[in-house]
């Protein structure tokens, strides 16, 4: 059975820090592609970062240069360090990971239940 759980959302003020944390059961994230996906209030759904098995990052170019994915395979863990956060980051954000290497969402067969971020 695997399962992704999501951590490390919450409220900031707008130029805040997070850390989102997917953490995997049943599952090892390495060598696989892990995605960090967002829904935001108006039903948008994005992706907003990836991480391949080689180590080669995508990210949205709404994102670039505030956002950073990484990767520890020791811990079993995928991360999302957030900086300069906007309103318009606001957003649940979910975990996902695939075998392929994609960007598109329905080649991603495992999620997290996702964790809420809000930027005011």
């Known amino acids: 059975h695997v399962q992704l759980v999501e951590s490390g959302g919450g409220a900031v003020q707008t130029g805040g820090s997070l850390r989102l944390t997917c953490t995997a059961v049943?599952?090892?994230?390495?060598?696989?592609?892990q995605g960090w996906y967002r829904e935001t209030p108006g039903n948008e759904f994005e992706l907003v970062s990836s991480?391949?098995?080689?180590?080669?990052?995508y990210y949205a170019d709404s994102v670039k240069g505030r956002l950073t994915i990484s990767q520890d395979n020791a811990k079993n863990a995928v991360y999302l360090h957030m900086s300069s956060l906007q309103p318009e980051d606001t957003a649940m954000y979910y975990c996902?990971?695939?075998?392929?290497?994609?960007?598109?969402?329905?080649?991603?067969?495992?999620w997290g239940r996702g964790t809420q971020v809000t930027v005011s």
């Open positions: 996902a990971t695939s075998k392929l290497w994609s960007l598109e969402s329905s080649d991603f067969p495992y």
């Open positions: 991480i391949s098995a080689d180590g080669s990052t």
């Open positions: 049943g599952l090892t994230f390495e060598g696989g592609n």
